[in-house]
């Protein structure tokens, strides 16, 4: 199970919700008698917190479970009177993530593939990818597949995807991550601190920023970046100084909008105002955050914001998740490791083996092509600071 559990969790949303529809589309409702063991089901309780919610059954359950008195409390399922914090249920997705899911499904796509083979191998514990065959042969083919077939090759294909692929995904994934951006609000003393997620994918923070937010409400000009200019410019100038300032119409003017008449001498008079404010506010603006892994958390402190958004950064391990653009890099990351890896392999060979050939000439290729990718994706991502106002 806990390679089923390994494999799923690596998977992305959208890989997630196909591999509970290929396994049958499973629901879980209030009257639902029974549940299986590595099965996917879809909360189907209107009235419960976890509504929709997608869970993996760990162990069997032999009877109705009351959806309605759950909730979901720091990424887990937990009952909300506290008599029973269950463990045979994993959060798989929640309604948030799975209504956000874009792609359409794949019919093609099968979950778990090449999971039997990784348990044979004594290797189950390493998370795989899921590369198709046809690609696998292309990063091989300097390795001298094609031209042989995979049995005859000194690893199978399972421990390839995990010595050759793997590490070249990871590297990419490192410099051009996933990120799925939260909001959360600063608490008492401008101090705010989060959970780290709990999953597989999950690299580290990217990045943590201030948003000029003036409204709590999700949707609602939270994380907009022309909130700043809204609320200081449109709000100050033209809206009767709402933000700061002076009121900006004409005296004995009612109802003072933007097409009313300005008096300019005001306008010019609060610029320079904005510029001394606006200066006052870079000088003395404060954003720490500190990743505290081993306290599975992180946090910090902002001095120019009731909300921070933090960044967090994923990596994928379906070889169709790497955007076409750069699918030519990442294969031919992984094509040095694969010539890297056979190789010194093959150097190995006794001096005096018949036809015996120098693979030295492989190693220096890989460590060239290693080079050359890893220094453009450096170059590419390098950082540039920008401030916030």
């Known amino acids: 199970m806990e390679s089923i559990i390994d494999f799923l969790l690596n998977y992305m949303p959208a890989r997630r919700r196909d591999s509970w529809i290929y396994l049958g589309q499973h629901y879980a409702t209030n009257e639902t008698p029974i549940y299986y063991a590595g ?29 309605d008195m759950y909730d979901y409390v720091n990424n887990e399922l937990q009952r909300t009177d506290t008599l ?4 045979e249920f994993i959060v798989i997705l929640t309604k948030t993530d799975f209504d956000s899911i874009t792609q359409i499904y794949d019919p093609d796509f099968v979950p778990f593939q090449g999971q039997l083979q990784f348990e044979e191998q004594g290797i189950s514990q390493y998370p795989s990818v899921i590369i198709p065959e046809h690609e696998l042969h292309i990063i091989l083919r300097d390795a001298g597949v094609p031209f042989v077939k995979f049995n005859e090759l000194e690893y199978d ?22 990120i799925k951006p939260e ?14 997620p709990k999953d597989s994918n999950f690299i580290t923070v990217r990045a943590v920023f201030g948003t000029n937010a003036s409204q709590a ?21 033209f809206m009767g100084g709402h933000a700061f300032g002076r009121p900006q119409g004409r005296p004995g003017r ?14 010019i008079g609060n610029m320079f105002h904005m510029t001394t404010y606006n200066s006052m506010l870079n000088r003395y603006s404060r954003v720490k955050y500190t990743l505290r892994r081993d306290e599975n958390r992180v946090e910090g402190y902002h001095t120019g914001a009731r909300y921070v958004t933090i960044e967090w950064a994923y990596m994928s391990s379906d070889w169709e998740d790497i955007p076409h653009d750069r699918k030519l890099e990442v294969r031919e990351l992984a094509k040095a490791y694969a010539l890297r890896t056979f190789g ?11 036809g ?34």
């Open 39 to 67: 099965l996917i089901y879809k909360i189907n309780a209107p009235q419960s917190a976890v509504h929709d919610f997608l869970i993996l059954c760990t162990e069997p359950v032999h009877t109705t479970v009351d959806w």
């Open 84 to 87: 029973h914090i269950p463990n």
């Open 157 to 178: 294909v399972e421990t390839l995807r995990y010595l050759v692929v793997r590490p070249a995904i990871e590297h990419y994934y490192k410099f051009f991550p996933i």
């Open 183 to 196: 909001t959360i609000p600063v608490q008492a003393q401008g101090r705010f601190e989060k959970e780290l």
């Open 217 to 237: 409400a999700q949707g609602s000009g939270m994380g907009n970046p022309f909130q700043y200019y809204r609320d200081q410019m449109i709000g100050g100038l």
């Open 254 to 267: 009612a109802g003072r909008t933007m097409g009313t008449a300005i008096n300019h001498n005001d306008v």
């Open 344 to 354: 010194m392999l093959r150097s190995q060979t006794p001096d005096n083996s018949p």
């Open 356 to 389: 015996k050939i120098d693979y030295a000439g492989w190693v220096e290729k890989a460590d060239q092509i290693e080079e050359k990718v890893l220094t453009h994706w450096s170059e590419f991502t390098k950082p540039v600071v920008i401030r916030n106002r």
